[in-house]
């Protein structure tokens, strides 16, 4: 299992959890897993063209991933980040 | 060797009266006499005197930043003073950039602080930033943060950013030529597309801890010290009390600072509209608009301009919902064309109906009401307070 931490505009999905589990050899099954335990979320980071959304960012441990077959090392973290708007 | 990412006069010597304000400064190391008298001859522009921008000026200020310019258009609202940390109860309707210019010169009156009382955009962001040799953000538009980075990003500027949301914030820092801007992070989001404080809600001292560390890198860009936020955001989270940093590296295809960039001169967001169109937009009272409903309830169309979920709490009879960033995004789409209508009765709608904006207080509605006036040339009218003035003067049970 992976650990995700879950950027806080993302934390309505996750019932206001910062960091959930979830299963994946590759960032893309990883997130298919993720959007199955917290139905909506993926489609908030993944486009239909299966982009990351331009304000989204992915980062597997601390490294930023833009491709989703990434492959996924065990115990490595994921971070999903989402732009702010606040000030 | 590397330049410093500011360049500054050569300042002269401190005086008596600086070396006993900036004492615990001149002991350490990395600033000393010659950081301090660098600091005085600093000048640092913050953007929007909110919640990033009030502890960041403070703080700056504090230190002995000896120019101190702070650009926002807004006026101090009661539910500023949660977290807005320069204002008092005293200020509320004042203009922000002059109280908080006021608080500054009180705390440090070797400091010079310029308010600048306008709305940043486009026209202004090259003569407003030239002044100054480091820009502070923290506005909180998505489309003035592009704007911002842009325009530092044009003009060779350094730039501390930061944004808020809930307990979470993120910081980091830009010097041209030294890495990453704020658009190789994030290329292109649209208005509206992530909630504001007031849609969200902020924990009150979530941007004091943000806007310090905004502040912190500031001065160690001024003084040329320390490892600066370059090629590294930095997240907070205020609930697990956790730190993380990433690194985030430049983008070859960025459309500002890339190889080939396709943004040339500083861009106003979509739905941009100035302090001035809003001013000229005319008004109506809860009580002129319950007697002309009352009088000629077909005459008029009311839009409330809030999100759905605020809609779905409490609206007037009759109201269609078209949310401000819809407006902002695409234009105004006419009521009674696929959009629905509280009381299930819409119909298509006539150029000659006249448009009356709502919101809740009224900033939303202010700025719909100029935008369809100025792109759709609609006859509009915006109520004034908004639904709570409307609950003040007409329907106390109003449910918001």
């Not at chain 1, 505009?9 to 996750?14: E, G, I, N, S, V």
């Not at chain 2, 000896?66 to 200020?91: A, K, P």
């Not at chain 2, 369809?372 to 509009?380: D, P, T, W």
């Amino acid at each position: 299992m992976t650990e995700v931490h879950i950027a806080s505009p993302l934390r309505d999905y996750t019932q206001g959890a910062s960091t959930v589990r979830a299963d994946g050899a590759t960032l893309a099954q990883l997130l298919a897993d993720l959007d199955r335990r917290y139905p909506g979320i993926r489609f908030r980071m993944i486009d239909e063209q299966q982009r990351i959304r331009p304000h989204i960012r992915i980062f597997v441990a601390a490294r930023e991933a833009r491709d989703l077959a990434q492959p996924l090392a065990a115990r490595e973290p994921v971070h999903l980040l989402c732009a702010l708007s606040g000030g | 060797m590397v330049a410093s990412p500011v360049s500054l006069d050569s300042p002269a010597a401190l005086s008596a009266s600086e070396r006993q304000r900036y004492a615990r400064h001149l002991s350490l190391a990395e600033i000393g006499e010659s950081g301090q008298a660098r600091l005085r001859a600093a000048r640092v522009l913050v953007v929007g005197a909110g919640g990033l921008g009030c502890p960041a000026a403070l703080y700056l200020a504090a230190a002995g930043v000896g120019t101190i310019g702070l650009v926002d258009f807004d006026r101090v609202e009661e539910s500023n003073l949660q977290r807005q940390v320069l204002f008092t109860n005293e200020d509320i309707g004042q203009l922000k950039a002059e109280r908080a210019c006021a608080r500054l010169a009180a705390l440090n009156p070797q400091v010079k602080a310029i308010a600048h009382p306008f709305e940043l955009c486009a026209a202004n962001v090259r003569e407003t930033f030239a002044p100054y040799d480091l820009i502070v953000d923290g506005s909180d538009r998505i489309g003035t943060r592009y704007l911002v980075n842009d325009a530092c990003v044009l003009f060779g500027k350094p730039l501390v950013s930061a944004a808020i949301h809930r307990f979470e914030g993120q910081a980091m820092s830009y010097v041209p030529g030294r890495g990453p801007c704020y658009r190789c992070l994030f290329p292109q989001i649209a208005e509206g597309t992530l909630p504001s404080c007031a849609q969200a809600g902020v924990l009150g001292v979530l941007p004091g801890v943000l806007g310090s560390l905004q502040a912190t890198e500031a001065i160690k860009l001024l003084l040329d010290i320390g490892a600066p936020l370059l090629g590294r955001v930095l997240v907070y989270d205020g609930l697990s009390m956790r730190f993380d940093e990433f690194r985030i590296a430049r983008r070859p295809e960025c459309a500002v600072c890339g190889d080939q960039p396709s943004i040339h001169a500083p861009q106003d967001p979509p739905g941009f509209c100035t302090i001035e169109e809003q001013r000229r937009v005319p008004r109506i009272l809860p009580e002129e608009l319950a007697r002309a409903l009352a009088r000629a309830p077909g005459s008029l169309r009311l839009i409330d301009v809030r999100e759905p979920e605020e809609f779905a709490r409490a609206h007037l009879p009759g109201a269609i919902n078209v949310p401000l960033p819809r407006i902002e995004q695409d234009g105004f789409c006419p009521p009674g064309e696929g959009l629905a209508s509280s009381d299930g009765a819409a119909r298509a709608d006539r150029p000659a109906d006249r448009l009356v904006f709502i919101c809740r207080s009224g900033a939303r509605s202010l700025r719909a009401c100029a935008l369809v006036r100025r792109n759709a040339g609609r006859e509009v009218l915006q109520l004034e307070g908004g639904l709570l003035a409307w609950r003040e003067a007409i329907d106390p049970t109003l449910a918001l």
